[in-house]
């Protein structure tokens, strides 16, 4: 399978612990984002990288979260000190970097469903 | 701040139907849209792109017009079957910046 993967799918931890998730593209593709969905509601934007540089980052993305891209690769999402509200879905997407950010199509990963107990 | 409405319940249809979706924005000027289709524990896949200087897009069975007068876009699902059954979300996006705002999603059940 070539698309968008994710490890692990679901993790369960208690609040106050650290979890962290890994995120492998689509080969080629330059751009990578994370966003979080709540049941319920539309994926939220967290970051976006090219290759690995850190572009852009969304208020969501408090201090106790990190994303790190260190080779242009693959991607991972740290939370630190896990709260009951970080319950939510992780969704990884990754495109080929077009000009045309329109036509840049966002390929999403199956996501990796965290419950804060 | 922005906020983008899609349809809250959800929407039942008899297969062979027509499904209308839509999606309402405030306080934001996207430069383009797009329509995702999203399956229980999967990611969204992407599906249709507007952009604000056309007023529709079409492919195969799926029809999708842009109003940004209204700040409307409505998403049509012709001939639906049970198979079109999922959750479809709107999404839209600038030309200067990678991210994009995401509607609340609207579930379709297509019955036979």
């Known amino acids: 399978d070539t698309g968008v993967s994710q490890d692990p799918r679901h993790k369960i931890t208690k609040r106050g612990q650290n979890v962290t998730f890994r995120c492998d593209p689509i080969s080629e593709h330059n751009r990578l984002y994370w966003y979080r969905q709540t049941l319920g509601q539309g994926p939220e934007f967290l970051t976006y990288?090219?290759?690995?540089?850190?572009?852009?980052k969304s208020r969501l993305l408090s201090d106790r979260f990190s994303a790190e891209r260190p080779k242009g690769s693959f991607s991972t999402l740290e939370i630190q000190r896990t709260e009951q509200g970080d319950s939510a879905m992780y969704l990884c997407a990754s495109s080929l970097g077009f000009r045309d950010r329109a036509s840049d199509t966002q390929y999403f990963g199956p996501g990796t469903r965290l419950t804060v107990l | 701040s922005q906020k983008i409405e899609q349809n809250s319940e959800a929407l039942n249809i008899q297969e062979g139907k027509t499904a209308t979706l839509t999606c309402n924005y405030t306080n934001y000027s996207p430069a383009y849209l797009q329509w995702y289709r999203q399956d229980p524990g999967r990611g969204p896949v992407f599906l249709l792109l507007?952009?604000?200087?056309?007023k529709e897009k079409r492919k195969e069975r799926l029809k999708v017009t842009f109003d940004t007068t209204l700040k409307q876009s409505l998403f049509h699902i012709t001939a639906s079957q049970p198979a079109d059954s999922a959750t479809y979300l709107c999404a839209l996006g600038r030309y200067n910046t990678d991210k994009l705002i995401f509607g609340t999603g609207t579930r379709l059940q297509v019955f036979p």
């Open positions: 990288f090219q290759n690995e540089a850190q572009l852009e």
């Open positions: 507007i952009r604000e200087n056309e």
